[in-house]
């Protein structure tokens, strides 16, 4: 049984436990307390394979294993990798990192032992552990998210660029110091002003100047609305994924077909072409998902794929 836990949401959700380290010391006890009594046994994937004689783990060679036809991806957004790879800045950056990382290979510099403890700082040894540190902070997979234009940060994704490029030219530094004569190439920025750059459009790239008006509508017929329902999602028309920001009406203005009968309204005006993701809240703080629909792995898409006479009515009702 692999057990994967994601530590992000701890940043957002543990607001009396920093990063959440209460619980994941209290999940550490409980586990070491099972593994004590035989119930339950840790284990990594590779003493899983290998085996460990000393800790009781058995042998589970990789011919003996049933052989896996296709491995579904895994990722709470779109269950697919388009967020991390395909579009033009993201391949650059793994093109940026497969160079630096073939360089620290053939560099003669060892991969650190994990279980050791860090070399003593200043030496040839510790430079070259830092090198491998540099390497590993630029294979984290958030800095591919917010390359292309499926993703945007509210102050710019111009800084993750910057310090994504630091890390590897910080890598040749350190392997330098630590002896090895790989120098290198030079990592030109990726997100710029200049045509082919990142122009800070919003996070769906438009295909068309041509726009579409949408009203979104949600039913909440028999909810308690304490202020306002609110519309979130991918567009800054809707609020760039920050929730409780942009809120909808149900006053018979701007979109709105009646006053006072619980269907919360917004009009906006939306490029053709664009994909457009979205949830909805209900009068929370701004930033913050709760009151929300219960479905946080999964959204709302709605695809303006050309123009209507009219404006395009989208109904929805909350939480379905």
């Known amino acids: 049984l692999t057990v994967i ?13 920093m990063d959440g380290k209460q619980f994941l010391h209290a999940l550490y006890r409980k586990l070491t307390a099972l593994h004590t009594s035989g119930r339950v046994i840790t284990t990594t994937t590779i003493e899983y394979i290998r085996g460990n004689p000393r800790r009781g783990v058995p042998a589970h060679p990789v011919e003996s294993q049933r052989a896996m036809n296709s491995v579904w991806p895994g990722s709470w957004i779109n269950a697919n990798f388009d967020t991390w790879i395909g579009e033009h800045e993201e391949n650059r950056a793994w093109e940026y990192l497969l160079r630096a990382r073939k360089d620290l290979e053939k560099s003669g510099i060892p991969r650190p032992d994990p279980r050791a403890p860090a070399p003593r700082k200043k030496t040839k040894a510790w430079y070259g552990y830092q090198a491998w540190e540099e390497m590993y902070a ?122 006072g009968d619980g269907i919360w309204s917004i009009a906006v005006e939306v490029p053709v072409g664009t994909a457009i993701e979205y949830k909805y809240t209900n009068s929370g703080i701004p930033g913050q998902w709760t009151p929300g629909e219960e479905f946080p792995v999964r959204h709302r898409t709605l695809l303006i794929g050309d123009v209507t006479p009219g404006p395009r009515i989208v109904t929805d009702t909350f939480g379905q």
């Open 5 to 17: 836990l994601d530590g992000e949401n701890a940043w957002e959700w543990y607001r009396y436990d």
């Open 138 to 259: 630029a294979e984290g997979s958030d800095w591919f998210w917010w390359y292309g234009d499926d993703q945007e940060a509210p102050g710019g994704d111009k800084p993750f660029d910057i310090a994504y490029r630091i890390h590897l030219e910080n890598m040749y530094a350190f392997a330098r110091q630590a002896g090895s004569t790989i120098r290198s190439p030079g990592f030109p920025a990726i997100i710029t002003d200049a045509p082919g750059g990142s122009s800070g459009q919003g996070v769906m790239a438009q295909s068309s100047q041509e726009k579409q008006r949408v009203v979104f509508t949600c039913d909440v017929r028999g909810m308690a609305v304490p202020h306002a329902i609110y519309i979130a999602g991918n567009l800054p028309a809707i609020g760039s994924w920050n929730p409780n920001t942009v809120n909808m009406r149900d006053d018979g203005k701007e979109g709105d077909a009646v006053a």
